[in-house]
């Protein structure tokens, strides 16, 4: 089973940390594929996404991002298929902490697809080291595969 990691970031963080867990998911012997701002025709017919996004400007989903999202929530498509866990960057001094987490979430579940655990949300403000903090997040998601 291949694990579609997708990562949207704007500064890099998201892509760190989904860099991080790609390795770390390789090492347990996972087979990965790992996409920095994924498209459309690439993943949509994958059965497992991880999803390492920041927020962007006022609670947007990065521009990396975006345009899969987009054309997701524009479709008729059916996605009970499609298993999913997010892992969340934002910062809390703002009220849209997390935001693109939260849309993301709506948009996978309104087309059916199932969220396997908690969604990580790493406040950057207080976490120093947001790599080893999603690595101590993963065995949760490690056990609903």
Request: hydrophobic share 40%; proline share 3%.
């Amino acid at each position: 089973m291949k694990i579609c990691i997708l990562s949207g970031s704007t500064l890099g963080t998201a892509e760190y940390v989904a860099e991080h867990l790609e390795d770390f998911l390789r090492k347990q012997g996972f087979s990965t594929a790992l996409f920095h701002g994924a498209q459309y025709d690439e993943v949509i017919n994958e059965p497992l996404w991880l999803i390492v996004t920041s927020t962007h400007g006022a609670g947007e989903i990065p521009d990396n991002l975006h345009p899969l999202f987009d054309q997701i929530m524009q479709s008729d498509l059916d996605l009970s298929y499609l298993r999913f866990a997010i892992v969340g960057l934002g910062n809390s001094d703002y009220d849209t902490f997390c935001y693109a987490t939260n849309h993301i979430e709506k948009i996978l579940t309104q087309k059916s697809a199932v969220k396997l655990c908690e969604t990580l949300k790493i406040d950057v403000l207080n976490v120093d080291d947001p790599e080893h903090y999603s690595e101590e997040w993963l065995p949760k998601f490690i056990q609903t595969l």
